[in-house]
């Protein structure tokens, strides 16, 4: 992997064959891994060898990932838990905690960290937990630093490194978490040629109109953190509250162009929380985009109440073709319930319309099993789903990710989570997996709302109205695209079926 000493090692697991299913072969993405890309690039120019393992990527086995670990040897070797969207790191880590096991079995002197949202949020049950020496609590940089420059003392002092989590003995020790870097432009450069970019694909749904050409892939950030604090929401975990710190567009743009100049990247995914905020980030971005007019196909997440008429054209003459908007339920008073917003059915409508105006498709985001959530309520929403008929939508059911304000209610609450005795660990977190298992509401069983999320995804992608609009919008093989999407049956080991509640709800069978 490289030839020179290789000081870090980051490691991408491979876990997507778990967590999707049949999805993962080919429907889902595989983006680069973010994090270890950005961490790459700041250690390296601190003159250490670091070299990037992504396993999911490369789809090897966990065994062939942990035997590759131990041939390189490194000083140290951090698994990056982080999913491809913001509350997905949780479902990351089964995979994670299974390849660092299997390093350890085959040389236990190899140091090894957790890093990520999920390890942030549960540090010191993730050092207990896991095979792991250390955990990092936090954004990752200074603390990595701080243990390969610990590494070169003969006695290292790890008391000394901020943000670090580890055993001493019998006890464990942590330190006060490192300051957030106030300065992304340290942070600039990332190191992409550490990853097998030819390998990354994007999401189906994000090319439907050209659907098989989804190679040319990567993913960015902008930003780091939110400013909001929807209490479903882990995001802001390794941030240390909800903030926003923005990259410069100069340097973003350095970015997209060494991307799109060296390895032919067509597809962009803004991985900001929030990226559609601050109008003098998002127009000089696209102010950039527009003056090298790449013919990107750029997609990324905003709010009904942050999308304003004045960001709409630059957006799509810049190459935003998709926007992810957050509408989660019909319900205002589910939505109040968890700080989503203060904006009625005709504000989500009439933006929904105005972003369709302006040529930008929509992936509409939907979750079911909210705490406030009965069957009438999600049947409303997901009536609301097939009334506003977007070019994609995204059914999730409600998960107390670690992290969130919901998983700290939930606990207190003694509410049932899959990480309590006798559920399913951590993969119960993933939205797509066998072992998946949602928030019970006071209404509705966990398993009833599994079952009424599935049921919603059928009902949207296989809906006539649904595949006449895909047919007008992208033409015949999109719509081929979808009803072979539509074949696929996720097992599920928690559904059970829910009560009818209208006549476009009928009970399901497990």
């Known amino acids: 992997m490289n030839a020179r000493p290789l000081d870090l090692l980051l490691v991408n697991a491979p876990g997507k064959a778990h967590v999707y299913q049949s999805l993962a072969t080919d429907l889902a993405a595989y983006e680069p891994p973010i994090w270890a890309t950005l961490i790459a690039g700041y250690v390296r120019r601190a003159g250490y060898g670091v070299a990037i393992l992504d396993a999911e990527a490369l789809r090897m086995t966990i065994d062939e990932t942990a035997r590759a670990i131990v041939d390189c040897k490194p000083r140290l070797t951090v698994f990056t838990v982080y999913g491809q969207q913001p509350s997905a790191s949780t479902q990351c880590m089964p995979a994670a905690g299974a390849v660092c096991r299997q390093v350890k079995a085959l040389d236990q002197s190899l140091p090894t960290l957790f890093?990520?949202?999920?390890?942030?949020?549960?540090?010191?049950?993730?050092?207990?937990?896991?095979?792991?020496?250390?955990?990092?609590?936090?954004e990752g940089p200074l603390t990595i630093?701080?243990?390969?420059?610990?590494?070169?003392?003969?006695?290292?002092?790890?008391?000394?490194?901020?943000?670090?989590?580890?055993?001493?003995?019998?006890?464990?020790?942590?330190t006060p978490p490192a300051a957030t870097i106030k300065d992304l432009s340290t942070l600039a450069g990332m190191a992409w040629d550490l990853l097998p970019m030819a390998a990354y694909r994007a999401h189906n749904w994000h090319c439907f109109d050209h659907v098989d050409q989804r190679s040319g892939y990567a993913s960015i950030y902008t930003s780091f953190g939110c400013p909001y604090r929807c209490t479903f929401c882990c995001i802001n975990a390794p941030f240390g509250g909800s903030s926003i710190r923005y990259f410069s567009p100069e340097l973003i743009i350095r970015e997209i162009d060494e991307l799109v100049q060296k390895y032919g990247v067509r597809n962009l995914k803004i991985a900001d929380e929030m990226f559609v905020l601050n109008q003098q980030h998002v127009l000089g971005l696209c102010d950039l985009l527009i003056e090298r007019n790449y013919g990107l196909n750029i997609w990324a997440y905003a709010r009904i109440d942050t999308v304003h008429e004045k960001f709409l054209d630059r957006l799509k003459r810049a190459g935003f073709n998709w926007l992810g908007i957050g509408i989660e339920s019909a319900s205002k008073f589910v939505r109040d319930g968890v700080d989503k917003g203060r904006f009625s059915d005709e504000k989500i409508a009439g933006i929904v319309n105005r972003i369709r105006q302006a040529g930008i498709y929509v992936g509409a985001n939907y979750i079911f099993g909210l705490p406030d959530d009965t069957l009438e309520t999600m049947q409303n929403t997901l009536d609301m789903a097939l009334e506003l008929n977007t070019e994609w939508a995204n059914f999730y059911s409600a998960m107390a990710y670690p992290g969130s304000a919901l998983h700290a209610t939930a606990s207190s609450q003694q509410v049932v989570l899959p990480e309590h005795p006798g559920g399913p660990g951590w993969i119960g977190y993933s939205q797509h997996a066998y072992e998946t298992l949602p928030l019970s509401t006071a209404a509705v069983p966990a398993g009833a709302v599994l079952s009424f999320r599935d049921h919603a995804f059928?009902?949207?992608?296989?809906?006539?109205?649904?595949?006449?609009m895909m047919l007008a919008t992208f033409g015949p093989t999109a719509v081929a695209h979808v009803d072979a999407m539509a074949t696929h049956t996720l097992r599920r080991k928690y559904a059970?079926?829910?009560a009818q509640s209208s006549q476009t709800a009928p009970v399901l069978a497990n």
């Open 115 to 138: 890093l990520g949202t999920h390890p942030s949020a549960l540090p010191e049950r993730t050092l207990l937990d896991e095979a792991t020496d250390f955990v990092c609590e936090g």
């Open 458 to 468: 059928d009902a949207y992608f296989r809906s006539e109205r649904y595949r006449a």
């Open 496 to 498: 059970v079926p829910f």
């Open 145 to 174: 630093l701080a243990i390969l420059e610990a590494f070169s003392s003969s006695a290292p002092a790890f008391d000394r490194v901020p943000g670090l989590w580890y055993r001493d003995k019998y006890f464990t020790r942590h």
